[in-house]
């Protein structure tokens, strides 16, 4: 059940985090709920406050990149479409208005060091997607550049899967497939520079595109959020080890401590963990979002 008041929408998708209503043949209401997934399952226990947080850094991120590409992000009144300035108030924060596009079914993902299956990849083949790498790196190793490593879009209940760059051409066109690339790279690299300074390294990230009826290409979905990125703090980055994170990192590694198939049902979270969970995604939205960079974080900040 959501974790948020019923809409007086039609429910037209529910994904492991957000929600998607139709608002009309032209627009989307995208709500971002508190739950949390890892391993591809949807976890009992949700994050407080999570939706919110989501929401609230995908709007920054998107504004940063308008020179870059089109984003999906409408201004219209919320208290309009959904016939309650109340309701509109509620869900204003872990919700955006957007336009109806054709999602292409691959995902765009983009690393800048070794790190999760991409570091599994690489200590098997040596390469990541297709994409070979220098021997002799080790994890948590920064990439002499970032490298696009694409991914499908796996059906509800499956596991999306790494194809390389030819496949993904074939799946939506070369012009596209080339557009998407040297977008989320370009979006990588700037994103990268502003959280560096701000104390966060991104090891990798994942991003979404649609298709307006004119082939007019659109960042969608979520942007470096704590879901859809790795974040790792500076000042507690050590080459050979899985650093520390701002992200649900640390609830997957509190998974794999457990005794259990990564299958549904999953168990539950103890308190401490999703305090400290939330913490995390706290911090990085104050990290990425300041006005300041930020100083490393001090004694009392870092993350165990």
Avoid at 104 to 130: F, H
Avoid at 179 to 196: E, G, K, P, T
Avoid at 276 to 282: K, M, N, S
């Amino acid at each position: 059940m959501p974790d948020y008041p019923a809409l007086p929408l039609e429910l037209l998708h529910q994904g492991k985090v957000r929600d998607i209503y139709a608002v009309d043949d032209e627009r989307l209401l995208i709500v971002a709920s508190d739950r949390l997934s890892a391993f591809d399952v949807i976890l009992p226990d949700p994050i407080p406050g999570k939706g919110e947080i989501l929401t609230g850094i995908s709007r920054f991120w998107f504004g940063q990149f308008d020179d870059l590409v089109r984003n999906h992000l409408l201004q219209d009144d919320l208290g309009t479409v959904l016939g309650s300035a109340t309701l509109a108030t509620t869900l204003g924060p872990r919700s955006m208005l957007v336009r109806r596009l054709k999602p292409l079914p691959v995902e765009a993902i983009v690393r800048g060091y070794l790190a999760g299956s991409g570091w599994k990849d690489y200590q098997a083949n040596g390469s990541i997607c297709g994409v070979p790498l220098p021997p002799g790196l080790q994890q948590a190793d920064s990439l002499p550049e970032p490298i696009f490593t694409p991914s499908t879009k796996a059906a509800k209940g499956r596991h999306d899967e790494n194809i390389d760059f030819a496949t993904m051409q074939r799946l939506i066109g070369p012009e596209v497939a080339l557009r998407v690339r040297d977008i989320a790279l370009a979006i990588y690299r700037r994103a990268a520079a502003h959280a560096r300074n701000r104390g966060i390294i991104i090891a990798d990230t994942k991003f979404e595109f649609g298709l307006d009826d004119d082939g007019h290409l659109f960042l969608i979905d979520e942007v470096l959020t704590p879901d859809s990125s790795r974040f790792w703090p500076v000042d507690q980055w050590r080459l050979g080890t899985s650093p520390p994170s701002f992200d649900k990192q640390f609830v997957r590694d509190y998974l794999e401590t457990l005794d259990w198939d990564k299958t549904a049902p999953g168990p539950n979270l103890p308190p401490e963990i999703i305090e400290q969970t939330r913490r995390r995604y706290l911090e990085a939205v104050r990290r990425l979002t300041a006005n300041q960079p930020a100083a490393a974080a001090d004694d009392s900040q870092k993350l165990q």
